[in-house]
């Protein structure tokens, strides 16, 4: 099947950007995980900051070659649409009530777009507490790095961004599994039609 935009490597129906990006969120967990050990564990706070900062900068340049390409290049909606869950559909009773009588919408949106709404709000607020904890950082602590007077709040806010870029991560696979994984899917839903 033939998509607008570059495909991807990993097999599936998602551009290169989308894989580039998926790759780039799993690669970036364990290093976290060794920044906050090095921290925690070691005391190694200038070590800590400077693989923060990579870290920071390999996130911005991953989201800027992302937007980039879902926008203007190889956009995901015609990536997506074959899978059967894309379309909108009939649902419990949970959903029409949240979508349709307290949003206002004419379906209840396929299961694509429930996960992208979940991903979307632990993508957002990731990105917003990563600059703000950074920044913040930089203001705060000293140079070399040092705990201060800045410590309790960065330990507080550093794990919050730490737990919310894991489910940014988790909601962000999950979000390309459900409507990316095959090549070639032939859309069999029951759905109503699309949005
Ligand atoms: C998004 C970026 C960052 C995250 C998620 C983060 C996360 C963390 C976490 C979770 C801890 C606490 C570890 C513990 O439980 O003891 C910590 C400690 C620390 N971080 Fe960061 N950090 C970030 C950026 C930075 C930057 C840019 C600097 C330096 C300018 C920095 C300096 C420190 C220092 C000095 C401590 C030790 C605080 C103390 O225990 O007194 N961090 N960070």
Not at 91 to 100: F, V
Not at 144 to 154: E, F, I, K, M, R
Not at 176 to 179: A, E, G, L, M, N
């Given at each position: 099947m033939?998509?607008?935009?570059?495909?991807?490597?990993?097999?599936?129906?998602?551009s290169l950007a989308?894989?580039?990006?998926?790759?780039?969120?799993?690669?970036?967990?364990?290093?976290?995980?060794?920044?906050?050990?090095?921290?925690?564990r070691r005391r190694r706070y200038e070590l800590h900051k400077k693989?923060?900062?990579a870290l920071a900068l390999a996130l911005a340049a991953a989201i800027t070659l992302f937007e980039i390409d879902v926008r203007l290049v190889s956009g995901w909606r015609e990536r997506a649409m074959p899978s059967?869950?894309?379309?909108a559909t009939t649902?419990?009773?949970?959903?029409?009530?949240?979508?349709?009588d307290l949003l206002g919408m004419q379906a209840v949106p396929g299961w694509v777009f429930r996960v992208l709404a979940v991903h979307l709000v632990f993508a957002v607020s990731t990105t917003a507490l990563w600059i703000v904890v950074t920044v913040r950082a930089l203001r705060r602590f000293p140079i070399?790095?040092?705990?201060?007077?800045?410590?309790?709040?960065?330990r507080l806010w550093g794990q919050l961004a730490a737990w919310d870029m894991l489910a940014t991560a988790i909601t962000g696979g999950v979000f390309?599994?459900?409507?990316l994984r095959q090549l070639n899917e032939i859309s069999h839903s029951k759905g109503v039609g699309r949005l």
């Open positions: 033939d998509f607008p935009g570059i495909d991807g490597f990993l097999g599936t129906r998602a989308l894989d580039l990006v998926l790759v780039a969120m799993v690669a970036i967990l364990p290093v976290l995980a060794w920044s906050i050990w090095l921290v925690k693989v923060q900062l059967p869950y894309y379309a649902a419990g009773p949970l959903w029409t009530l949240l979508c349709c070399p790095p040092q705990p201060g007077p800045h410590s309790l709040s960065h390309y599994w459900v409507p």
